[in-house]
């Protein structure tokens, strides 16, 4: 199933598949017979899988198993979704190998061990991150189950190793976990300030041509070094994401100021000559209403004349991106809005079309606009029929989420089987 679908039905679907849920018990996993083996292993099949999780049976061979299911499928890859849902279903199999590990608390202890040896620590850094995902690192998470308090375990431990000498390794390794987790912790305690201070170059080498999650983090812990200012003062002039920008304006300016001076920067990204460039700034114009309000940007006819521009740009994805920015700033001209998504309606990519009932959603009395979400309902992509429904109101179309949740889409049947079900409980209540 298409991301952007997935994104869409995040709004729609209140709760998500956590990626480790279960607890498990303990004892005393072997040794690797060598530290980078788990890094050559290829899981490229089900029954590369299969022969991997085969290994977890046998003290010799369980960690570097353990290290090769989390090298496949660990954070971020598999607390995410993969376009391809054959990927999904290993992902997911090879998760629940992890979380149902012989000795788990003893294979973990073992990776936190290994932070001791030079050679190892990069290597279980990682691999502890990608066991430990998300947990621990959010404010307020409290750990509840064995497992969850196993993924607290690690990330703590990521960070007791962070010292300057790791992080400046980490800095300029070729792992995006490691650099963003790296760049993240750049100048926190216990060491001095004139300790990270040498590693200055590396962050604004980062901050200036690594992407934009890694440019972002590391401008904002580049604005706490005095010296700095000039150089991110030049970053603003240069800098080509709307999020990055943001993080750049944020600390210096409030309100109107904020806003403005953001504008500035912002409106001439929709017409960069780098494609990427403008569909990310589509983008960020789309989740602008599901921002805190204080990071909500009031965007005028400058920002709507562009945005209507990409709608009909050679791109499928920034005219599936352009319509997703259309439809949160549809009140600056409905007319025009509507206009643009009726005539989305018979795009030739179906990542496009599921977009259009959002953007008409507002105005479904039309007689045009019924028009339009008759022929969605019968497009010939089982996503977009899906979608269709969800905008138009789901419970107007019962029979035609049947027909979906009995549909040769697997994906689509599932989602169409839970709204239904969700339908019917609300129904009794």
Known sequence: MKLKLLLCLALVFSGVRAG??????????????????????????????????????????????????????????????????????????????????????????????????????????????????????????????????????????????????????????????????????????????????????????????????????????????????QFLAERLTNETSADVILELLRDRNVGNELNDRFLVLFVPLLSHPNEKVREDALLFIGFNSDRAPMLQFSFGMDVFDRVIASTRANSATERADAAYALADIRQLDMDRSREAFLHLVNDPDADVRLRVAWGLNNQLEREDVKRAIAVLLKDKSAEVRFVTILAAGPQKFIPELEALSRGSDPSVADLAAQKLNQLANDKKN
């Open 20 to 229: 480790y849920s279960t607890g498990s018990s303990v004892a005393a996993p072997g040794r690797a017979s060598s530290t980078n083996d788990w890094q050559t292993k290829t899981i490229a099949s089900e029954a590369d899988l299969d022969r991997v999780m085969a290994q977890l049976e046998s003290p010799a061979t369980r960690f570097d198993a353990f290290l090769a299911l989390l090298e496949f499928a660990g954070y971020p890859r598999g607390n995410t979704h993969n376009d391809d849902l054959k990927v999904n279903t290993l992902h997911e199999k090879a998760i629940a190998a992890i979380q149902t590990c012989p000795d788990l608390d003893a294979v973990i202890a073992a990776m936190i061990d290994r932070l001791k040896e030079p050679e190892d620590r990069l290597p279980m850094l990682r691999a502890l991150l990608e066991f430990s995902g998300g947990f621990g690192g959010m404010p307020g998470f409290s750990a509840r189950t064995p497992l969850e308090k196993l993924a607290v375990k690690a990330k703590q431990a990521v960070n007791d190793a962070l010292d300057v000498p790791t992080v400046e390794m980490a800095l300029v390794d070729s792992n995006w976990l490691l650099r963003i987790t790296a760049v993240e912790h750049f100048g926190n305690p216990p060491a001095q300030t004139s300790e990270w201070e040498r590693l200055l170059p590396q962050m604004e080498k980062l901050a200036v041509n690594d992407d934009s999650a890694i440019r972002g983090a590391a401008d904002g812990k580049l604005h706490w070094f005095p010296g700095t200012e």
